[in-house]
Each structure stands twice: as structure tokens, then as C-alpha cells.
């Protein structure tokens, strides 16, 4: 199939989250062309914001990652599965937070729910997928990704579920709302074989004070990653935005770093 598009499919199912709010939680799913005929397992990266991934029409900003379209021409036998955020007020804040917030935007005051998020994607997320989809359950397969707050996210997940997860995509992560506990939480685990990617956008801070300081915290959490024996991909994106469109073009970039396995079963 060389040069030739194929079409993967989105499938949408609801799932309890209790005790946060918005339940059931749409989670939107995207399976290979390849999946209907074959009957292997595949690979499987869990992220976060699910309906930004793949539609424009269901996006917030009205731009998707364009993950469908970039799987569908590189025909890669991989499933996506997105969890949707929390859409009511600054909800999503709470639930993609995991410590108590060391900064907040003046009027909000951020509830830090990322813990419940994270029990619920390994106590029920996982397991539902794992029953309902041929997707592998060994962690070597097995990698959770997200950006802005789901980058902050990414990065706890790795560290305490590591017996879960071994690929984590950390894009443009909120480092600054967690950054001296994540920091702590990170350096006393013990990690098993796991790549990491992490990145910021050279244009996301309006000033060169804001971005040192985004490439100061990033570089250090890289540094601690790589000190409990994680092989990590700092990036700095040249012109890179906090954006769905800036994430559009790092994603493959981000995939090929975490399933280097799968391009090189395209190129073989």
C-alpha cells in the first residue's frame, strides 16, 4: 500500500467518571485500516483532550491535531484512544492538574483532580479498552500523551504509572502550575525501560524572560527523567505555538520517538 491512503475509523463510546463531574466522559478512538482483517494486537497511545485529535468540527479553538489524517497516510498499525476533557467552566483546570496548584489565573481557583483522572484511566479506562479493543496491555506497547495541561499530566502518569505506561508525550507541558512537586514526585521514582518525549514552542512566551524560565523547568524535568534512566526528546520547537496547529506538525515527530518500532516495519 506504498503511497496509497488508507482510511482508519473513529469510534465513540461514554464511560462513568465518577466522582468528577460530566459522566459519562465521551473517550473517541481511532482504529487502523488495518484492524477490521487483521487479528493481531496493536500498540496503543492513551491522550488526553480526545476531541481535539482528529476532527476540526469537534476541536475548541476549531483546529484538530490532524492525527486520523496523518495515521490514514502513513497507514501505521497503531490505535489512538483520546479521553475528552471536562468542558464545563474551568473544570478541565481541576481534573488535569495532579498537585495542588503552585500558580492560578487570577479569579480561578483550581481544584487538583489529576489524581482521580489518573486512577481512572488505569482503574477504568484501560481495563474497558483492553476488554473491548485488540490492543496490548503489556506496558512495552503501551504509551499516554497530552499538551498544555495534559503535558503536565503526561509527565505524572509516566512517573506513577510506570508500571503501565512506558512512552509518555509531554507537549508543551504547564509546567509552572506544578513544577517544584512534580519535580520531587519525579526524583524519587524508579523507572523501567521508558521514552519520554518533551517539548515547548519558541513562541509560546511573549517575552525571553517567560521562555527561559518554560526551558529552564522543562530542561530540569528532562534532567530527572534522564537521571532515573528514561532516554528522553527535549524539543524546541523553532516558531512553535500553544497550539493545536503547532502540535499538528510535532506529532509525528513525537510517534516516531516513541514507537520507533512502527516505522521501522513501514520502512522494511
Request: contains cysteine.
Amino acid at each position: 500500500m506504498d503511497g496509497q491512503i488508507t482510511m482508519g475509523k473513529i469510534e465513540k463510546f461514554t464511560l462513568p467518571i465518577e466522582p468528577l463531574h460530566q459522566s459519562p466522559r465521551k473517550v473517541w478512538v481511532y482504529l487502523p485500516d488495518s484492524y477490521a482483517t487483521s487479528k493481531k494486537k496493536y500498540p496503543v497511545l492513551y491522550m488526553f483532550d480526545g476531541h481535539n485529535l482528529f476532527y476540526n468540527k469537534t476541536a475548541t479553538y476549531g483546529k484538530c491535531w490532524g492525527i486520523k489524517k496523518y495515521l490514514d497516510k502513513q497507514n501505521l498499525d497503531i490505535v489512538i484512544i483520546g479521553q475528552d476533557c471536562n468542558h464545563i467552566g474551568d473544570e478541565r483546570l481541576d481534573e488535569y492538574c495532579p498537585f495542588t496548584a503552585e500558580k492560578t489565573f487570577t479569579g480561578i481557583q483550581i481544584q487538583s483532580c489529576g489524581q482521580i483522572t489518573g486512577k481512572w484511566f488505569i482503574e477504568k479506562l484501560l481495563p474497558y479498552c483492553q476488554k473491548r479493543y485488540r490492543i496490548h496491555t503489556d506496558r512495552k506497547h503501551v504509551g499516554i500523551a497530552g499538551s498544555s495541561m495534559g503535558g503536565i499530566m503526561s509527565e505524572f502518569m509516566i512517573s506513577e504509572y510506570n508500571d503501565y505506561f512506558s512512552k509518555a508525550g509531554c507537549v508543551s507541558p504547564a509546567n509552572i502550575f506544578n513544577y517544584h512537586v512534580l519535580c520531587n514526585h519525579i526524583q524519587k521514582k524508579k523507572f523501567k525501560e521508558t521514552r519520554i518525549y518533551l517539548d515547548f514552542g519558541s513562541d509560546e512566551e511573549r517575552t525571553k524572560k517567560g521562555l527561559v524560565r518554560e526551558l529552564d523547568m522543562l530542561l530540569n524535568i528532562n534532567h530527572l527523567f534522564t537521571q532515573g534512566g528514561c532516554v528522553t526528546y527535549p524539543n524546541l520547537v523553532v516558531n512553535g505555538t500553544h497550539s493545536e496547529e503547532s502540535w499538528e506538525g510535532i506529532f509525528p515527530i513525537m510517534l516516531e520517538f516513541l514507537f520507533p518500532e512502527l516505522y521501522k516495519k513501514k520502512k522494511s
